[in-house]
């Protein structure tokens, strides 16, 4: 009986089954146009360049601005509070954002204090 080869990856479910990247669909920081103040989202991603990204201030909810990108696309700067960053893109596109105006998720967003819901 001839025995079927698969490769790593392809096939029977062997190779990689966890992605540590940004969501299919989601807007990541390379993406985002110069001038944009935008808000995080997710750190995607493990080790040292996650850590890099915290330790930078990236944390979700926080509100950051692309300023600019250089002549050559590579790298970004983003202004991080007071604090002026240049980072490579495939390290932006390790951080999920939304646009800053946007509002949260459901799940993330304070609950109303609306008198009309509270019961009497």
Known sequence: MKRAFFRKGQG?????RHHHGAR???LTLDQ???GTDIAI?????????RQRLLDFGFQPGRVVTM???APMGDPIEIQVGDTFIALRRREAAH???RPAD???DDTTAAPSTDSA????
């Open 67 to 69: 300023l600019r990108n």
């Open 95 to 97: 951080v999920e954002v």
């Open 32 to 34: 985002v146009a110069p």
């Open 41 to 49: 989202q997710r750190i995607c991603g493990q080790g040292p360049v």
């Open 117 to 120: 819901e509270t019961p009497k």
């Open 102 to 104: 946007e509002q949260a």
């Open 12 to 16: 029977k479910g062997w190779g990689r």
């Open 24 to 26: 299919v669909g989601a």
